[in-house]
């Protein structure tokens, strides 16, 4: 008799234990999508604003910005050059009818009535789940084709903002995640402003 409890109670046992396992290796992959859902999504929000501030420092200076400093800065203080022409400048007939007029507007102006707001910020190039850390950023002018043409990069390795998910063996669960893998928009080789999600 007392064999026989003690065979239950190692079999009851045994059952929590087999039990346990089964919900943690159904539980791991569902917590890694999640995880990597959540944040995957905010990070590519956070992309998505820097993108469209890097558009409107273009519009005030003609390059992207290299840095988050000068990419605030630039559009808090700078300012957007607008030239009327009166005239035809194009008929050979009227040069002397032809005048412009040159005024400026603040930058932040056109940001305030953006639609949807443009979030700009001194955290603006903060990672989502980055622990402070920022954006890799990269702007200067290249030769392309012949050419030369601006080009801008922002991103960040999926391993600085996946916290204990930033590792390989999460493959099983997503045979595309990769944790070296950039997220990110712009190319430093080709002037595009397209996102990896996209």
Do not use: C
């Not at 102006?109 to 980055?130: C, E, T, W």
């Not at 960040?156 to 070296?180: H, L, Q, S, T, V």
Request: hydrophobic share 35%; no cysteine.
């Amino acid at each position: 008799m007392k064999k026989r409890s003690i065979f239950n109670a190692l079999m009851f046992l045994l059952i929590l234990f087999l039990g346990y396992v089964l919900y943690t290796q159904i539980q791991e992959p569902i917590a890694f999508q999640q995880t990597k859902d959540e944040r995957e999504k905010a990070v590519i929000n956070q992309l998505i604003q820097i993108r469209r501030a890097q558009e409107v420092y273009r519009d005030v200076t003609g390059h992207y910005a290299p840095s988050f400093t000068a990419l605030v800065d630039t559009i808090k203080n700078g300012q957007y050059r607008i030239i009327k022409v009166y005239g035809d400048p194009d008929d050979p007939n009227s040069k002397d009818l032809v005048s412009f007029d040159t005024s400026y507007i603040p930058a932040m102006d056109s940001v305030r009535n953006m639609n949807p707001p443009l979030v700009l910020n001194a955290d603006i190039g903060k990672v989502p789940y980055g622990n402070g850390i920022e954006f890799e950023i990269f702007g200067d002018t290249i030769s392309y084709q012949s050419a030369l043409v601006d080009v801008v990069e922002v991103g960040i390795p999926y391993a600085k903002f996946m916290g204990e998910f930033a590792d390989p063996k999460y493959k099983k669960y997503d045979e595309r995640y990769d944790p070296k893998k950039k997220i990110k928009f712009g190319d430093r080789n080709k002037p595009i402003l397209t996102g990896s999600w996209e």
